[in-house]
């Protein structure tokens, strides 16, 4: 259950409006990396969650810290609109021409759908969908399979992987604007994303630490191990043979395959019988 | 350009036909994280990357092969599909009422719209979009502002993730049958993916030792970093606190915040002036 | 700012386990009706609103409310799913046959990808998506144009509207189980759910008496209002002419048109001038 | 069945080109609450409907009317679009720079993908889909249950907000241009908005008079109905605390709960259990 | 303008009935290539021709025909859905097993949201969407570009292909029911499919023999001409040798490329300059 | 299997960078007629083609070959936004006005998400999805119902009708441009989709030859004939009558139904019975 303060996490407020601004910050909010994502990946994967109580905290209290980001970015978005002339200005573009640009580069539905609000899309004004979430479940406890350290720890590594595409996409939003009170939420985000990039990284190692780095864990008895360590050069780029002979991280060396060749066959399915259709009238 | 060779990569004939497997396999040709996900991603990663060779080439190696593993899972689908009764067969359903599971749980658009092959959709029909793919971005040597290390540090986690959900998924699969022919082309999937997740996390490694383990890496100093430590307590659970006081990746010390509070104001926005409209008839 | 409670707002725990009722409560989770569609359009219009404080913190209230209903179905759906067989059970099934119709009608990505636990789609595994929300902005006193009333107004209706769905679909599912611990969370949404209709009813009337009945409010001069109280009959069913001279809520009387005519043109565009391009080389 | 005229319910031609315009108009054609979206709504219930034959008229009355303004919309973008340079016009350009906020804010997808004609879009180009529409069913008549009042009812709201929330985005369209002949068609549509709202409305009350205000109506014995009438405050704004003890349209009294409390367990699901895979190989 | 009778175009009752059925009819109304998608394609092109009468008009009957075709399906799904059992009936399924297989395969939304009648997806319940459409517009006469053959005649190939998938599926669902009932509309169905299959051929070949076959006629001297009728052999299949030296419709003859070689060069794009941020502080 | 060579099948490089057009290049990129559509269905139709080697093979080296263009124009995408002032340039913007253009114009997704690369979308930034992608199975050799013709041509038509609408697109491309690189490479492209229409042309005319010309050839003694040949004309334009006593490709007469009647009953389908329930408590 929730529980929700008005003030705001931090400081939201732009020195002035710039609705070009508020069309690009769209992507902080409902874009596929931005906040709605991490929202829902975490509080998804904390309801999921039946194992190690830290990892099911965590995710819970970052979560529910991210609903706060997805209030401010609304927030300043609303504040970047104010006064964007969504109605016919043709006298007013004579005078200031800057305006024309705002015409073209403006979001048409900032206007005509949200009234000089946010969206939940992202700047081109597609959906947030739930097929950016990851969330892969409770099976930690699954210990014949162990399937479990798998999925925690891909988990893991995918809130990593949004933390650090975020932070990029809030390192360009930053270089994108002057505005100082744009920039002190922005600072204040790149703070919260370094600290969430650290957590989830700690707990990445640990998990990696008892299971083992190939995720998941226990399968590796299963697999066709003679593939398991090859560089296949499919392509004719010198790059890759840089990483043979090389350790990996699970402590076994990478074989370099300069010609994979294909060892499967030709595949040959059959038409379909039509001896199953004979009782048709 | 690609060339093509007729002959898979390896073996994807299944013992027997079965139309509820090559449902469930869909997710590893059209889900979220398929291979077409990776296929997509690495081969568009790998076309944007302008920077060291080896990256580069790495990612297109990887993608070249995976377009492999589509066709592999599509030859795979469409064998196990062989005979599926798409027709009604009410008679001979009432000498094997096995047919009735098959008829309840079969995908009704194999049959009707992709002829006993496979579709590109996951399991549930949802068609397979790019959303679920990412590339970052060619801003490799971006001195200045250093996104670089960022965005490629980025993509490389995000590559880890994919492999990994992928492995738990391919692994879920592996226990869901015990057709030996299924399993032995998943057999060979999972040390494959074990080889990417390996190539993926050492790219990872060394872009971390290069630009520092937070990305992108030069922000650090501009964030508020009085915050960038700090774990925020905003559940009542108590299992965060076990980070307090252990060390980051990045070499600092986490804190940790029992109740955080609302820094920013209560947001203000104004009406959408009226003012600004004065000029229409 | 958000602050969250482990112990959940009602009681979401069935009496056994069952993934076909699962699968059916995803529509209440993450169906066009559901309660993400909720939390969602009610946090944005409370964020969007600028007028008066009452409408403002009763949809913060609600749409604080409804994350509690998305964690409850959640967990709900994470109990129905336990001891699910996702693996191959044919020994099992020859046992109880029982086993066949939960292997053809459960969600394969309830295992396959989400290990047990809830998605955030519908029973047919569709992404919840933000085109299922509503929220027209802060246009509150722009008195000018009175386009105000007109949205929050709009608002009200959707959020009745919102409430009325998700209560026919909560009342489906209730006559769907017998399960007790089901149907004792069924019982309390239900109650939130005739709570959240009256309250917003309640708003909607206060605002039509303020406004007007017809959104938005001060168009009325402005429309052709020769067409504004004609049921205009295009089909050759003789029910609508029931609604003939009686009065509409705004006073007025209604008319009814046997026949309507075309008034407008036959649309004669253009062909794509070729002048246009006469520098083309 | 039905029949076409070539010629327009109403006028739908503007006195010059406009581009801007045109893709602003995609809204009320293709947008979440444009004309689409009552087309297939009102068709859909009303092929639905089994009940009273003076709703289903009304609703397939309706419901063919929005094909014409689907087809009065198109043929008024069309008209836009004329003329719209989509070839290279550097020097033209230069001698008029307003092209350049054409060339800017125009979708290309107008010209490219329709041949300077209407997509079947929003502004943004996002693809219109039957996720917008609702249509809730036939139970009618099941007496029984009383599902019925609620769909029919809960339908006549969706209808509501619909020619709610579309006559808002006209009534934004009708002061963004002053070109007469767009006005003229948007005059006509604000018209037909203000009669399709009334005649739902008064669907809606004498529904709401059968069957009772709150929907559906046959569940309120069933609810726990000690929630029922409770507002509770979940934020700290003190606004919602002005519906304290007034009378709810179903004629009893809103309480007011100030700090309602979780009522429910912390969950526990359990992990997936190891034991129901033992015949694994 | 549209005028509705309520007579269907031709019968769609079934003799009893069947949700399975229900489920797969889905196809034919909300699938890709199913009666909204050419509903919604010939009405737009319909609209957006401006051109020969002739074939303007052709695709307006075409186009109202199909919403009749959209609602004899509508009303074919809603007979086959009547009388399942969407409430839970354990003592029924005990008596009649084939209850467990319906509640297995049946479309779970079809009771729970469209309450027994059609909804507007495909039978895995993925919304239709305008991606599905096509109509490329009014440039019938640009004779200076004569890009116009090019997309009536692209259309018209999209009509014909439109045609040809949905006879197949109509085929296919034809062979998958013993209902006469149903049978009997898909018998209708497929009539017209082949008129409208053989009147869009029709045009097709008169624009052909008007503009040439290659779309769009006129770009003949300016592309690349010497890779315009050559096999290139990508793969190491054999077949497509088969074409080499055959005549092309055109009346050219095709050659064979058996190893095409790269014609390009490496790639080389530079990284994001650095210097064009400078100004950034 | 598939081996990748880093150089281009053809030349890919502007002469200049030009952010507007790498844009609307988006649109044969990620659009739903562009490569990606080319390159999925040609593969899927060739991996699930069944049956006569020859065009098994033509689809496996067409579809092989879009990959390389998916990649040309990637690059050419990338060379085009080199350079492309993303972050905020105030001061250049006043030297420079058509920066202007270029701020309102661009796809900031192309800037803030893939770092000046291209994105797997359309010019609106809408996600390429599968449900642009055809392939109908592999019922080729199904002689009792002949279903086979018909998929394998009705794909052929579908392959048509791309290539017809990419060569109008990049045909309207070329137009937009003076940039003498795009042209290079857009010549190219316009030549193998001259040679790919005129293939697949040819593949559907033996196709035809063998099975017949209505798709698919085995129902026409099934379907009910008497309405397969009549033009119906529902609207009140006579140009359709054009085609009446017209010999259609099939050898039989066209006739022309002025008026045609509904033949259909007026639908009765009962409310839901409510006695299916009653064994609810």
């Known amino acids: 259950m929730f529980k929700h303060t008005r003030a705001l996490q931090f400081n939201a407020k732009p020195d002035r409006p710039?609705?070009?601004?508020?069309?690009?910050?769209?992507?902080?909010?409902?874009?596929?990396?931005?906040?709605?994502?991490?929202m829902m990946s975490y509080l998804s994967q904390g309801w999921a969650?039946?194992?190690?109580?830290?990892?099911k905290d965590i995710l819970l209290d970052t979560g529910t810290e991210e609903i706060a980001h997805v209030e401010m970015i609304s927030t300043m978005i609303a504040y970047l609109l104010e006064d964007t002339p969504i109605y016919e200005q043709e006298e007013m573009i004579k005078k200031d021409p800057s305006l024309a640009k705002v015409m073209g580069g403006t979001d048409p539905e900032h206007g005509l759908v949200h009234g000089l609000t946010a969206g939940l899309t992202n700047p081109n004004g597609a959906a947030w969908n739930t097929g950016y979430v990851t969330s892969s479940g409770n099976l930690l406890a699954d210990m014949r399979f162990n399937v479990t350290s798998g999925n925690l720890l891909a988990d893991m590594r995918?809130?990593?992987?949004?933390?650090?595409?975020?932070?990029?996409?809030?390192?360009?939003?930053?270089?994108?604007?002057?505005?100082?009170?744009v920039r002190d939420m922005l600072k204040f985000l790149l703070a919260r994303e370094t600290q969430h990039q650290l957590q989830f990284i700690k707990a990445q190692e640990e998990l990696e630490e008892r299971y083992g780095v190939v995720v998941p864990g226990n399968m590796n008895d299963i697999q066709h191990s003679e593939y398991s360590h090859v560089i296949m050069n499919f392509s004719d780029g010198e790059g890759s043979r840089?990483?043979?002979?090389?350790?990996?991280?699970?402590?076994?060396?990478?074989?370099?395959?300069?010609?994979?060749?294909?060892?499967?066959e030709v595949p040959k399915t059959k038409p379909a019988s039509s001896e199953l259709h004979n009782d048709q009238g």
């Open 49 to 55: 969650s039946t194992g190690d109580e830290k990892y």
């Open 18 to 38: 710039d609705p070009l601004m508020a069309r690009k910050l769209q992507e902080a909010l409902g874009g596929q990396w931005g906040e709605m994502t991490g």
């Open 158 to 181: 995918f809130n990593v992987t949004r933390e650090s595409q975020a932070r990029v996409q809030v390192s360009r939003l930053y270089h994108m604007t002057r505005d100082e009170g």
């Open 242 to 264: 840089a990483f043979e002979n090389q350790i990996a991280k699970d402590g076994q060396m990478f074989t370099y395959q300069e010609n994979p060749e294909a060892m499967g």
